[in-house]
């Protein structure tokens, strides 16, 4: 009796292994395997983890994050069958992308702490450890799902800032110029719109302050635009436009939030503030969804997907 070297005698590869992905998440085995992996990343990258939690619960601006691995499962599962049929096996120099995750980890831990390159560590991190353990072919499947990971990272409060301030100056501009269509008499000063109520000659401030910046569309549209990009297309061009529509889409929606508050800033001024300025905000959400998935469909039906050949 002969064998093949590396294989158990009696077994055939094909069958000692699952095939597909599908197959994959229902075996005990390989199920037991992710727990292990995943504890393992867990633990040692808990920190980041927890203040990642820590600058996302409660704030709207981030609270996206926690639905970020899961629109990352979901992009895996749509390439399943390319997936499933690239060649799998140990890669070896992938320890290399881990080791490095691993050391800047502790890097921007215990040398620079930076809650954004403990994260980019931690995507290396598990970068690396998919190359290793499924090889180069399986990781043209893995690449996009896992770079989906970096919109549940908190950018720094100076990168924040830095894109902040010129939304501030564009909702304001654009609110001011959307009520003056309107004809509501309003000066713009700086960042601050003076709504003015020809009833009562009433001047009501509406300042477009950091909050009201459109930095939560902002973030949350390109991370929208990001994931429907991936699923809706395997072209590049495509890809890159549908991502691209989602930042005029967002900041397009705060001016008519801003004006929205400045009109009901005539009726009464608190409505342009505290709770009553969240609330409108979450609700233009939703038209702003359909709006951009709109524009996705008409793309489509512009430029239908069987005539672009091959990604």
Not at 141 to 163: D, E, K
Not at 241 to 264: D, E, H, K, Q, T
Not at 276 to 295: D, E
Request: aromatic share 10%; charged share 10%; with cysteine.
């Amino acid at each position: 009796m002969t064998t093949t070297p590396g294989r158990v005698p009696g077994i055939d590869a094909a069958s000692a292994a699952p095939r597909t992905l599908a197959e994959s998440v229902a075996d005990p085995e390989v199920i037991g395997k992710f727990v292990l992996l995943a504890g393992a990343t867990v633990f040692l990258f808990w920190n980041w983890i927890y203040a990642q939690h820590q600058h996302s619960w409660g704030n709207g601006d981030w609270s996206h994050a926690y639905m970020v691995p899961l629109i990352s499962a979901y992009l895996l599962w749509q390439v399943r069958r390319d997936f499933d049929a690239a060649a799998k096996g140990v890669f070896w120099p992938g320890l290399l992308p881990v080791a490095m995750g691993i050391w800047c980890h502790v890097f921007f831990t215990v040398g620079i702490p930076n809650h954004l390159g403990q994260g980019l560590s931690l995507i290396l991190t598990v970068f690396g450890v998919a190359l290793l353990l499924l090889g180069t072919a399986a990781m043209r499947s893995l690449f996009l799902p896992i770079g989906y990971l970096f919109f549940a990272i908190t950018l720094p409060q100076q990168v924040m800032i830095r894109i902040t301030f010129p939304l501030q100056q564009i909702a304001a501009e654009g609110a001011w110029v959307l009520l003056r269509v309107l004809g509501i008499q309003a000066d713009l000063v700086g960042n601050t719109i003076h709504v003015l109520n020809t009833k009562t000659l009433v001047t009501t401030p509406l300042d477009v302050a950091q909050a009201c910046s459109g930095m939560r569309m902002l973030i949350a549209f390109i991370a929208l635009g990001t994931a429907v990009g991936l699923v809706a297309s395997r072209m590049w061009w495509k890809r890159v436009a549908l991502i691209s529509l989602g930042v005029p889409v967002a900041l397009g929606l705060n001016m008519v939030r801003v004006a929205v508050l400045g009109i009901l800033s005539l009726w009464d001024a608190d409505l342009s503030q505290g709770e009553a300025h969240t609330f409108i905000g979450t609700v233009l959400l939703v038209p702003g969804f359909f709006i951009y998935m709109g524009v996705v469909w008409a793309l489509n039906r512009a430029v239908p997907e069987q005539q672009e050949g091959p990604a």
